[in-house]
């Protein structure tokens, strides 16, 4: 060896040596210390004695705290104080009272407080007998730390020698001598001294690189023996500690192989999952499953488990997902005896966290393993812990348990457990949360209908429960009278069976075809599938349509054909019944369930079986006109928009024909408004179906009977509200052009109504220009039908409408009406129109006229109107005339004066000039509406009301329903 590798050595050992004289210096200043403290609190003991504690205590470490607050808690909850328990709980929110690996200490579970109490208390007591008994305890105290105190010196006095004789060995050149005088040569790529024995090697020579590499240096073993002994070790101590001991026993293992490996990581893992921030703990998921699938001690496994299952305290879905993933590794990993040993227990135990996101985990997990447990476990152990999550009071733990349940029954094989289950849909299909309503129809309900179909028990259990539920909401209104399902909790809940059935009724399509005896030939060409191939589709309905063609004793029969056409068709043509005169929306969706059956089934189903039926109801409802009016949505929804344009379009022209002549059973009067509400909810619901729509109503136009072109005068009016602007100038507006040219005057006054609609709904000019062309042609109409008519419109246009359009048309066109009339000879006709000017004009009241719009229109058409004014209004009209006056005075008075700024808002007469009244958006912005009624001369009540205007342009669809004004285009 060179002189240099000598040398080298040397310094090595130098620093070894006095790094190991530091330590030795430290622990004898901390025994000294220690001794003194040990000495004063021995002297200090009897005059400590019967006084008051101090009160500067030691504050207390942090996971001191958290196991004293688990000790504190496991005793009141044994002693049956479980409200204390509750409460230190509560107050101790940021730990888990009922786990003592959150407390942090790498020791096992402490023994109860009563324990700590014999053992600390009362034994105490025993061995020493008051300052006597602490005086003698604190003098053997202090000879132990004499005794270790002169172990540490003499220690320290080897190691200053041999200090000294490396200083001259190195002076001398020569190897380093050892504590009995020999010399050995050390590794300068270790520091790991074998101590010699009569295996080493001579002397001189270096140790084995393998054996080295297992042994620790004797001095560290020591030190960390005596470490043992110093008080008030902070926790990094005690973390030191343990590793310290794990290395020195991982040193003494000469057999290392995998299972070793396993043993370390499951020994460090409890200690390293605090340390590691929540957003990275799923980091640690790869080092559980080799662990705990490899470990051969089952307790080990279990704790191992439990720690994985809690690694994360409230995971979130993406955290949820892991851990999932993580126990589906596991159960790929080991049998089917260690997941229902080991796994489930876990899932078991955790059905009653506090923490609603362990819960939903618990939900996730279960269903997870459910594939690999014995069959039989899953209708019953994961069946169990399902149901009694769907009783938890958070609706994120039901949505969840709804959602597995829908997996759970995919794996079942026989229908033991069918009904209740059955039950268990329908009672989360009926929870109160949105949330958990969907999960069912998203991912439970289409699960359990492929369940139901498997056992077939879809037609024959669930499809008639839903079904019979639907009509028992329907009936429970006894629409015999009513027909009114209005209320918000039964439009909620038929709207949500409707949704349902809407999920089923393809299931139950493809449980038709696929038992149908004509279908086996077509299945048998392609495997088994879940759903129909597309060329399987189009060959079953063309065998379908077939099966339909043949006459009855020909055909074949199976259950799934017979439940459609015997319960399924007749059950939902009741339910359109049933509805009735109900909103819109739920007229919409009974009729959908009727479309959507039809549309699965095909045209000629549509034609032969639900048509068929349809219209023997029609026949035997001819003299019951109520009855027959409800049947009419669903015909006109449910079935003949099924159709293709040409047959849509026959059948909606001779529907209107025979509704506006009362022929084959149907009535003017009691159907016409039904019509008129079922067509604006189709052009509502199908915008491709409004073109075709409004070309029937341009062709039944040119009908010879008057009754026909009213009627499509009034639909025209109820239909501007649901289509288009350009529809509205392109098909509209040009039917109504015609129709006001008409002879009768039945016709012309529907039309005037028309007109006045369209004006509210449209904006633009050009179309307001056309409109005010056709309204100029019944001014110059001698007819007082016409004029009254003509002033209700203009008065139900005035807040409607753009303010332009209403100061430089609607309102001079009132002042001319109004000459007309007061120049006419008086009649009783003539009262009525004038009555009908005066609310126009007070219409005015909640818009904001320009004062050259007062003073040459409305003051003079209010002054012509007063002296034939019937006494019912006259004092209102004065009041009107007044405060008119007194604006125009102020208004000139302010102009004199220096300008002030105007308040923004419109103004109201009537109300000693405060400005009250609203502009259109500024009320549609509020949420009123725009022919909001509004307070005039006097304070009394606008006689030109909201019920008035909707009498004048007939908005409601039909009777008993108050359609608020359609919105601008």
Known sequence: MTADALIKEKNERLAFLENELRAAKSTLENYSSMEKRTVRKAASSDRTKDVQPNKNKEQLKPQELRALNFIVRKYLVDEGYKL?????????????????????????????????????????????????????????????????????????????????????????????????????????????????????????????????????????????????????????????????????????????????????????????????????????????????????????????????????????????????????????????????????????????????????????????????????????????????????????????????????????????????????????????DEDVQNMVKTVFLPLFADWADMTGNLCTSLMTRIINDLQAVISQREYEHTAQINTSEDVERLMLLCDTIQILLPRMRDAVFTAAPFSKPILAKAPQQSTFTQIQEIELKKEFDKFLDMKPPNAPTWTEWQFVVTFAVPKLAECSIGCGNSNPEVIAAVAGLLRTLCLNFGAKFSEKIVKSHYEYLIQQTAQEFQTRGWLLPGYLLGILETGGPKEFAADLKELTICVALSEAGWSKDHHNSILKESLCILCAKFPGRRDEVLNVMNEVRSHGSANVRACVASILTSLVSVVTAEQVSEKVLPCLEKLTGDGEKVVRLITIHALGTVAITVEDEKILEKISMQLDKFMEDASKESWLELSKVLGAMIPNVHPNFREQYIIPRLLTLTEKTAGAAKSGGKSKILQALFESFRACNGTRPHDDTISKYILPGLTLIFPEAEPSYKTVLESMIHEYNDILRKEDKSA??????????????????????????????????????????????????????????????????????????
């Open 84 to 432: 204390s328990a509750i409460t230190l709980e509560e107050e101790a929110d940021d730990q888990e009272l009922t786990d003592w690996s959150e407390v942090g200490l790498a020791t096992s579970e402490p023994p109860p407080l009563i324990q700590f109490y014999r053992q600390f208390y009362i034994m105490g007591q025993r061995n020493e007998r008051g300052a006597a008994g602490g005086l003698m305890k604190a003098q053997q105290e202090n000879d132990v730390l004499k005794t270790k105190l002169a172990n540490a010196e003499q220690r320290f006095d080897q190691l200053a020698k041999r200090y000294e004789d490396l200083l001259k060995s190195k002076e001398e050149g020569g190897p380093a001598p050892t504590s009995d005088g020999k010399r050995v040569l050390l590794r300068a790529d270790s520091l790991l001294v074998r101590p010699q024995t009569a295996e080493t090697t001579n002397a001189g020579q270096p140790l084995d690189e393998k054996e080295s590499r297992f042994f620790l240096r004797k001095t560290f073993a020591d030190v960390d023996e005596i470490s043992k002994t110093l008080e008030n070790r902070t926790e990094e101590n005690e973390s030191y500690t343990r590793i310290t001991h794990q290395l020195i026993n991982l040193a003494k293992r000469v057999d290392w192989d995998n299972h070793s490996v396993i043993q370390l990581v499951a020994g460090t893992l409890p200690y390293v999952v605090p340390g590691v921030i929540l957003k990275k703990r799923e980091e640690l998921v790869p080092l559980f499953l080799p662990v705990i699938a490899h470990h051969p001690d089952q307790n080990v496994r279990y704790d191992l488990t439990k720690l994985f299952f809690n690694l994360i305290k409230k995971p979130d879905e993406y955290e949820r997902k892991i851990i999932v993933d993580g126990f589906i590794g596991l159960a790929n990993l080991t049998s089917e005896e260690r997941i229902e040993t080991e796994l489930l227990p876990q899932c078991w135990e955790e059905v009653g966290n506090k923490n609603f996101e362990r819960r939903v985990l618990i939900a996730d997990t279960v269903t997870a393993l459910a594939p690999y447990v014995r069959p039989e476990l899953r209708p019953s152990l994961i069946l169990s812990i399902l149901q009694q999550l769907i009783e938890d009071k958070k609706k994120d733990v039901r949505a969840g348990a709804a959602r597995n349940l829908g997996l759970l029954v995919s794996l079942f094989e026989g229908e033991e457990k069918y009904s209740q289950l059955e039950d268990i849909l329908f009672k989360l299909l009926y929870d109160f």
């Open 896 to 969: 004199q004066a220096p300008p002030v700024a105007k308040p923004a808002t419109g103004w109201m007469p009537g109300m000693g000039g405060i400005t009250m009244g609203m502009n259109i958006d500024l009320k549609s912005k509020m949420g009123l509406p725009k022919e909001m009624p509004t307070m005039g001369m006097g304070g009394m009540t606008n006689m030109f009301d909201k019920n008035k205007m909707k009498n004048a342009l007939n908005f409601g669809f039909g009777t008993g329903t108050a359609t608020p004004p359609p919105p601008k285009h």
